[in-house]
Nanobody
Framework: QVRVVESGGGLVQAGGSLRLSCTAS???????MGWYRQAPGNQRELVATISRGGITNYADSVKGRFTISRDNAANTVSLQMNSLKPEDTAVYYC???????????????WGQGTQVTVSS
């Protein structure tokens, strides 16, 4: 019942910026949201998370360059990526942790991913 959709990926020159957006629909009880990324041949890794109360957590590799934010009313989360580096190239996935009233429990929901490519 929860749909997670990302947008905003693309090709950018090193040092440039991109803004990723994600919307979780089908529930108003979205708790933690976050961004993860996966480069070819690598494991999916955490980029940044944000709680419903606005507490953020960032991977060391993106601190000072990326900013995660959310709009609880709209169930959206964004990732502003500045000073991009070639090593940031990956598919970026949005995750939403939703409380499903009918089930009485939380569950993780993932988007389909959006490609970010940073050229040298």
């Amino acid at each position: 019942q929860v749909r997670v959709v990302e947008s905003g990926g693309g090709l950018v020159q090193a040092g440039g910026s991109l803004r990723l957006s994600c919307t979780a629909s089908g529930s108003i009880f979205i708790n933690d949201m976050g961004w993860y990324r996966q480069a070819p041949g690598n494991q999916r890794e955490l980029v940044a998370t944000i709680s419903r109360g606005g507490i953020t957590n960032y991977a060391d590799s993106v601190k000072g360059r990326f900013t995660i934010s959310r709009d609880n009313a709209a169930n959206t989360v964004s990732l502003q990526m500045n000073s991009l580096k070639p090593e940031d190239t990956a598919v970026y996935y949005c995750k939403a942790v939703a409380y499903i009233r009918l089930a009485g429990r939380e569950s993780d929901y993932w988007g389909q991913g959006t490609q970010v490519t940073v050229s040298s």
